[in-house]
């Protein structure tokens, strides 16, 4: 194995194991060695994180591509481009690969691989071998998720939902269900190889409350894959149980439960939605302190509220069930909880503004989709409230409304984080930086086009457009002709970044160290790209992670 | 136009044709004006921030606020209350909806891939569609064969899930005739989107023309077809074999078994639709004060009797008046004697937890 040898110590000096870089580059984490193996078998995290990057981009296309295709199909009301079988197939693949190939994945395992050890002072995460093999899980399960649904397809949405997936549905349940296990198990890994690593490798002088917030947010999102997970795990083998053996478990005619199945998949799914989130929330935490040159207003508190959504997401999942005919006591109660978790999330939010008031903000491109991934997120949280309130959620339930509501907190929230967060820490990652003017207009298109293709929703699922209809009343067409076109505009939004962030890697201008004056060690302490190991030696730790006046005054200079 | 370019009746928001409608509504509006008011307010600070202290010059260095307690107590609390009142608003609507009036007529629902299938009480059938006369309140109760759908009427603003197994209900007076979308809401297959249909609110005499219209020979026939073709009659109609069954509907049954253990004497338990299905499809989850456990009463299960037969046969027991019930014939024999087929009485009290 030719992967680059990692003393247990943080080294002063250069490497004996490594090839010679090139003369002029300073040694960095990706001139250390150019073999395949040295990639395709690196225990590198920051190797591992951009593996990371071209699989999760692979599986964005493949589900923007399913995406395209429903809304094409949408364009009228009568099903003319797919049959209705090939459409349930098409919304399926979307939701499973968006949600389990993307999202979920998307900013811990690359961005999180990437800055988690840089930003707590240490040179790898705590299991550099186990971070590799969740890496491997996560190709496996993709692969044999994409072949089930592309060779066969499933055709039970990405809910999966019992009597109908267990004995009605003919696709390929059980291979669907057995990839979902292994991605399970991928990031179960990851949160637990994260959670280990902030404990027990912290540079010293880092102490908890020294931490970035992205870190932070990076706990409570691995708290969240560690104890949510394992009960997807569970119900999808209880699935292959009911399906393959015929043991009577959801199944009303073998004496099972439907809704049993319900409680259990909610149990996981509605966490995941924080686990798509809450890194957003933390990159933005980043992004907005970083463009303001000003110290993040109330640390501690979004510190802790991001810990308190993950928790309190675990005990909401019932509001997903209001009309299916649970208990009006469970239905209150659940009810009640669930606006208890918009009040952490407002915080956040307000907490941000304050953050700006009286800074000096710069419009700098990852700005750019901060301010979107605010609009986007406040309207995508705010439209919560519609469905957590009982009244009004009997008529929501189970519309486009639903559909509209949380693309704006999985696509509007979590993607423009994600995209801030690439924009952001691009420089670091790769030495370049890309090209501020399409940049720019990529951020613009995408809230815009978002705007355009998910608002004429709300009024679609007010209206009473169920979810998943292939085929639908004639009077909802002209909103679903808006929304397809938002789409368009909204998918080029996407492609740009596709095309100039590759094209800064040979065209772009060499990043400085810290280009955008930030504070964070990685910017601070480390060259872009980072040395292999990250620090040449153990990093100075400020006394508190934002602290601007600190910068030395070339670092402000550089920056725009 | 756009308009005449696309189908017709283009409309932004739904009509409001049942009594519960303006309720949710106004809920909405309060709900959209909290929205309203507070996406406003974060984009205004945003933008307004964001040009007020954009920044000047590249040596900026604003100092930082670390919080502000009696602030942050301000942004916690405030956002806490609304929710608050919308929580108890909700629950207050919510109760309206799910929680439906004494005097309304039962119509049964069936949801099956995929297609709705409706009973009505004095026996007529639909597909797809529902007739009510506007002003009147009914309940569905509502049941699937297969898989679970929902049955929803977008602009009565209710919606409630047909699961296999059970009986949900859900309410409503129409308040406005016209005809309204009757949709599947909950996936349920290939073609979930065509799980679709019509609720034609009629005025009262346009209702009476249209039940007198419909074919004799309604559920509450072929339920009673059904009783003697499935042999439950052999037993029904001989008070010492098994309960008669008449007038029995929603009045409460003395019960001597709950789940295979005795119970204490007194225990009562209504026999709405749910009850009846259970004794149908489980006689043994509750047996009758009086008769013994294990039942003599076979397990009519799914292969049997199906959910649509059920709810015909559950239609025959409610019509079902004293002295009504037919004797037996000759078409339907004693069925053979079963094994603890004798009558036992459970001895008062024992087994008493
Ligand atoms: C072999 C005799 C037998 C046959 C056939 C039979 N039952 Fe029963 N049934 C009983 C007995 C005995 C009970 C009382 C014990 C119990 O609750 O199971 C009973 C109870 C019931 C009850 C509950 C009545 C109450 O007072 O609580 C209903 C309803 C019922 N049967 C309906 C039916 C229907 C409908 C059929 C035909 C599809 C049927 N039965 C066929 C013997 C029979
Ligand atoms: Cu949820
Ligand atoms: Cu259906």
């Given amino acids: 194995m030719s992967t680059i040898n990692l003393d247990r110590g943080l080294i002063a000096g250069a490497d004996g194991g490594t090839t010679t870089a090139p003369a002029k580059a300073p040694l960095n984490y990706l001139n250390c060695e150019s ?51 090939s459409y349930n197939k098409t919304f399926t693949a979307h939701g499973v690969v968006m949600i389990f190939l993307f999202l979920i994945p998307s900013i811990p395992a690359v961005l999180g691989n990437f800055l988690l050890p840089i930003m707590i002072g240490t040179k790898d995460v705590a299991f550099p071998r186990l971070n590799l093999m969740s890496f491997y899980l996560y190709v496996g399960g993709g692969i044999f998720l994409s072949l089930a649904l592309l060779f066969g397809g499933v055709d039970t949405g990405w809910t999966f939902y019992t009597p109908l997936s267990s004995s009605y549905a003919n696709g390929n349940v059980m291979a669907a269900a057995l990839g979902v296990f292994i991605i399970g198990f991928s990031s179960i890994l990851t949160g637990l190889n994260f959670i280990v690593t902030i404990h027990r490798m912290r540079a010293p002088g880092m102490t908890w409350f020294r931490m970035p917030l992205f870190v932070w947010a990076m706990y409570a999102t691995s708290l969240v894959q560690v104890l949510g997970t394992p009960v997807v795990a569970i119900t999808v083998s209880l699935l292959g149980f009911e399906r393959i053996l015929g043991v009577g478990i959801f199944d009303p005619r073998l004496g099972g439960d439907p809704i049993l199945f319900q409680h259990m998949f909610w149990f996981y799914s509605h966490p995941a939605v924080y686990i798509m989130i809450i890194p957003s929330l933390g990159v933005a935490s980043e992004l907005v302190t970083t463009f303001s040159r000003k110290g993040i207003f109330g640390y501690e508190i979004i510190a802790c509220s991001s810990i308190a959504i993950a928790i309190f997401g675990f005990i909401v999942w019932a509001h997903h069930m209001f009309t299916s005919g649970i208990s009006p006591y469970a239905a209150m109660v659940f009810s009640f909880l669930t606006f208890s978790v918009a009040i952490p999330s407002g915080i956040k939010v307000f907490s941000w503004l304050a953050t700006m008031f009286k800074g000096s903000i710069s419009y700098a491109s990852p700005m750019m989709f901060f301010f979107g991934f605010i609009g986007l997120f406040t309207i995508g949280g705010m439209t919560g409230l519609f469905l957590s309130t009982l009244g009004t959620d009997i008529h929501l339930h189970d519309t486009y409304f639903v559909v509209a509501h949380f693309h704006y907190i999985m696509v509007g929230g ?42 004429p929703q709300f009024f679609l699922g007010y209206l009473g457009m169920p979810r998943r209809y292939h085929e639908y009343p004639e009077e909802l067409q002209v909103l679903n002709v808006l929304s397809t076109v938002g789409a368009s505009v909204l998918a080029l939004g996407y492609i740009l970044p596709l095309l100039y962030l590759p094209g800064s890697l040979f065209f772009g201008a060499k990043a400085p160290k810290n280009p955008w004056g930030a504070s964070t060690l990685e910017w601070t302490e480390c060259e872009s790209p980072p040395h292999p190991h990250n620090f040449e030696s153990n990093p100075p730790i400020p006394d508190h992670v934002y602290d601007y006046s600190q910068l030395s005054k070339e670092a402000v200079r550089v920056s725009h | ?46 933008v307004v921030f964001a040009i007020l202290f954009r920044r000047k010059s590249e040596s900026d260095l604003p100092k930082a606020i670390h919080g502000n307690v009696p602030l942050e107590i301000f942004w916690t609390a405030i956002p ?67 898989v679970i759908h929902s049955f929803s009427i977008p602009d009565f603003r209710v919606k409630v899930d047909a699961v296999p197994g059970r009986y949900s209900q859900m309410w409503f007076t129409a308040t406005k005739p016209g005809k309204y979308h009757l949709y599947c809401t909950e996936f349920c297959g290939t073609e979930h989107s065509r799980m679709i249909g019509w609720v034609h609110v009629m005025e009262r005499e346009d209702y009476s023309r249209w039940l007198n219209e419909q074919a004799e020979g309604g559920d509450g026939l072929q339920g009673r077809k059904l009783f003697t073709k499935l042999q439950c009659i052999t037993c029904h109609s001989d008070a010492n074999k098994a309960p008669l069954l008449e007038e029995i509907f929603r009045k409460e049954r003395e019960i001597g078994f709950m789940d295979g253990k005795p119970v204490a004497p007194g225990t009562r338990v209504l026999a709405a639709e749910s009850y009846l299905r259970e004794s149908i499809r489980y006689p043994n989850a509750k047996i009758h004060r009086g008769f013994s456990y294990p039942s003599i009463m076979p397990v009519y299960d799914r292969d049997l009797v199906s959910e649509e037969e059920l709810l015909q046969l559950i239609t025959y027991i409610r019509s079902l008046k004293q002295g009504d019930t037919p004797a037996r014939t000759e078409e339907t024999p004693s069925p053979q004697p079963t094994a603890g087929g004798e009558k036992t009485f459970a001895a008062p009290g024992s087994g008493n937890k």
Wanted: proline letters at 3%; glycine letters at 8%.
């Fill in chain 1, 35 to 85: 073999t395949v193996a040295s990639w395709l078998l690196t225990l590198d995290h920051k190797r591992i994180g951009l593996l990371y990057l071209v699989g999760i981009t692979a599986m964005f296309i493949l589900g923007g591509t399913f995406a395209s295709l429903i809304r094409f199909e949408l364009l009228t009301p009568k099903g003319d481009v797919l049959s209705g079988d």
């Fill in chain 1, 414 to 455: 979590a993607i423009m984080g994600y995209m801030g967060g690439m924009h952001y820490w691009w420089p670091k990652i790769t030495g370049k930086m890309y090209s501020e003017l399409w940049s720019k207009v990529s951020a613009a298109l995408i809230f815009v086009g978002f705007n355009f293709t998910f608002f």
């Fill in chain 2, 1 to 46: 136009m756009v308009n005449s370019m696309f189908a017709s009746e283009f409309q932004l928001f739904p009509t409001q044709a049942s009594s519960v409608a303006p309720a949710v509504d106004l809920l909405t509006l309060f709900i959209l004006a909290v929205n309203v008011g507070i996406t406003v307010l974060v984009m205004v600070l945003l």
């Fill in chain 2, 80 to 146: 806490s209350v609304v929710c608050l009142v919308m929580f108890f608003w909700g629950v207050k609507v919510w109760s309206e909806i799910v929680v439906a009036p004494r005097d309304a007529t039962e119509i049964y629902v069936v949801g099956r891939q995929w297609m709705w299938k409706l009973q009505h009480p004095g026996g007529q059938r639909e597909i797809n569609s529902l007739h009510i006369p506007v002003g009147s309140t009914f309940k569905m109760i509502v049941t699937a064969e297969d």
